[in-house]
């Protein structure tokens, strides 16, 4: 039996109704008395179970006070397994949200994790050496992302002080907080009152921010989806348009594994290529990917993005031509 699962059956023991005594643990245990003396001080000092002592029937029992609650045995209805999963979850987060404004309180969460393992300095090791990379990430300030969780949470507008790059302008919007999204760094879906629409602000653009009084303005998952899921990358959108890409076969062996967009369709040629269908609102960040696989990819009809593919690619040797 590993240490931890001697701990779930030690607290669960202690918190039946029963009163047990310290040769009665020993018993059902099956350890020696220096065993059972250290995890019942681990349970009490380390994570805090309020384990109580009776002097008159030399008993003890978890909870036997009103002021406790089963609550108060955190983590321990997990395994070892369970917990290193935790830890690796907490690395991801980590490289997500570097700030630690998405969960403020995880980093004493995860200390009483390391703890539960039966070799916590073991744990910290396994985790140090599991690495999440994410270039091109930008960051986000811990306030800004701290404000609109708790929007989010509480069903709450917000006031924004929000820098349009393309105006290279700050304005004030007051918004109701629909979803947090991951794309390279945080954004915000929201319904902004001053446009009466939806709009996706990033997050790293978002200086003050103020938590109003008014409830927030609601809209169904099954709408944001219809309305916002349809464009390509950072940009939200219905999805207006319709990109076909056929990539060599040697970069068929990666892009057959990656996921552009949720309802892209993927189909394998006869000659050895991979035909790419994906839909998009605006092409900005489509036509970078497309750049990024070079002469592997070609942009098969819709004359529009194959115009704006060919015009991204026509600057580029533009800036490299001019010293030669």
Same mark, same amino acid.
């Given at each position: 039996m590993g240490r931890t699962e001697r701990l779930l059956k030690l607290a669960n023991l202690l918190r039946g109704s029963r009163k047990l005594r310290f040769d009665q643990l020993l018993e059902r245990l099956e350890v020696s008395r220096a065993t059972l003396k250290r995890d019942l001080k681990y349970l009490r000092e380390q994570l805090g179970t309020p384990i109580e002592y009776d002097t008159f029937e030399r008993s003890y029992?978890?909870?036997?006070?009103?002021?406790?609650?089963?609550?108060?045995l955190p983590g321990l209805w997990v395994s070892e397994s369970d917990l290193r999963s935790l830890l690796l979850a907490q690395r991801l987060l980590g490289d997500v949200d570097p700030s630690g404004g998405l969960a403020p309180d995880l980093g004493a969460f995860i200390r009483r994790v390391e703890s539960m393992l039966a070799k916590g300095e073991d744990s910290r090791d396994w985790a140090g050496r599991i690495v999440f990379s994410s270039p091109g990430r930008r960051a986000v300030a811990a306030p800004a992302l701290n404000?609109?969780?708790?929007?989010?949470?509480?069903?709450?507008?917000?006031?924004?002080? %929000?820098?349009?790059?393309?105006?290279?302008?700050?304005?004030?919007?007051?918004?109701?907080?629909?979803?947090?999204? %991951?794309?390279?760094?945080?954004?915000?879906?929201?319904?902004?009152?001053?446009?009466?629409?939806?709009?996706?602000?990033?997050?790293?653009?978002?200086g003050t921010t103020a938590l109003l009084e008014e409830a927030a303005v609601v809209i169904s998952v099954d709408e944001l989806e219809r309305l916002l899921d349809g464009g390509y990358g950072a940009f939200a959108g219905e999805p207006n348009h319709w990109a076909v890409l056929a990539f060599s076969p040697e970069a068929a062996q990666w892009v057959g594994s990656e996921l552009w967009h949720p309802m892209q369709r993927v189909r394998r040629l006869a000659d050895g290529r991979l035909e790419l269908m994906l839909p998009y609102d605006r092409p900005t960040e489509l036509v970078m990917?497309?750049?990024?696989?070079?002469?592997?990819?070609?942009?098969?009809?819709?004359?529009?993005?194959?115009?704006?593919?060919?015009?991204?690619?026509?600057?580029?040797?533009?800036?490299?031509?001019?010293?030669?």
């Open positions: 029992q978890v909870g036997g006070s009103r002021r406790h609650t089963p609550q108060e404000a609109v969780t708790t929007a989010l949470m509480q069903r709450r507008r917000l006031r924004l002080g %929000y820098f349009t790059r393309s105006r290279q302008a700050e304005t004030l919007r007051d918004v109701s907080p629909q979803r947090l999204v %991951y794309h390279r760094t945080w954004y915000l879906d929201a319904w902004c009152h001053h446009a009466a629409a939806l709009r996706r602000f990033a997050l790293d653009a978002v990917d497309v750049l990024r696989y070079g002469a592997q990819v070609e942009v098969i009809g819709n004359p529009a993005l194959r115009a704006a593919v060919i015009s991204a690619a026509e600057a580029v040797l533009r800036v490299y031509k001019q010293d030669v």
